[in-house]
């Protein structure tokens, strides 16, 4: 059976305007991803990943071109339509954790639970990355690695369809950031979300179903991985 296709983008550009210089993010990108991938995406600074991750994300507008999530069209989405699209179907993971500092993970958790529609509980999504004992401690009393998990945890506590991930562990050492992978990992597997993350460290193309290589607004190489690893096998 044919994987359901989540997004479907045909020639999406994205030109930015920096004065009397444009400048090209995307250029003509095509891709396809599917339901239950663990995708990344890499590349170098400039390439283009993070404006493609913020227009699948609804967090940008294409200049042109079309995207299309299930059957939703995003290019051309108006800002409310883009609103309610992040809140019911998109999680988001960032370098920074964005933690509120006076709040514990179970409540920093439950500010999403109370604006979704079918949330699970902040309990289950905490114990999904493992930090069920963690859960009414505050971030200053957490790790760095504790405190991405409970972003992971906050970003999967409304079950969305998709997961994106901004240099999850740019700010980690290795062993935290193992953890931090296991967590995005255990939520592709047992949630069946989409997971995509950008990254300038390949090691993480080892967990991956698939790998696209960005280079100036587009996909310069796509592979797949017949050899996936577990989070605790890289090594970096």
Request: proline share 3%.
């Amino acid at each position: 059976m044919k994987a359901k296709s989540v997004f479907r983008a045909r020639k999406l550009t994205k030109t930015y305007q920096m004065g009397e210089v444009k400048i090209k993010a995307l250029s003509n990108l095509d891709i396809d991803l599917y339901a239950n991938e663990f995708v990344v995406i890499v590349g170098p600074s400039g390439s283009g990943k993070s404006t493609f991750l913020n227009i699948l994300g609804g967090l940008d507008t294409p200049t042109s071109g079309d995207v299309k999530f299930i059957d939703h069209q995003l290019s051309g989405a108006s800002e409310k339509q883009l609103t309610n699209y992040r809140r019911e179907h998109v999680g988001f993971v960032f370098q920074s954790y964005n933690l509120i500092p006076n709040l514990t993970a179970r409540e920093n958790v439950k500010l999403v639970i109370d604006i979704s529609k079918n949330p699970m509980s902040a309990e289950k999504a905490l114990g999904l990355v493992k930090l069920a004992d963690r859960m009414d401690h505050f971030p200053s009393q957490l790790s760095g690695g504790e405190q991405q998990r409970v972003a992971i945890a906050r970003a999967i506590a409304k079950q969305p369809d998709v997961l994106l991930c901004d240099e999850p562990t740019g700010a980690l050492d290795c062993e935290t950031g193992k953890l931090v992978l296991d967590a995005i990992a255990t939520v592709n597997k047992e949630l069946g979300t989409l997971a995509a993350i950008i990254t300038h460290n390949v090691v993480i193309t080892k967990m991956a179903d698939r790998i696209f290589h960005m280079a100036d607004g587009m996909i310069s190489d796509v592979k797949i991985n017949t050899k996936k690893l577990q989070a605790a096998d890289l090594k970096w």
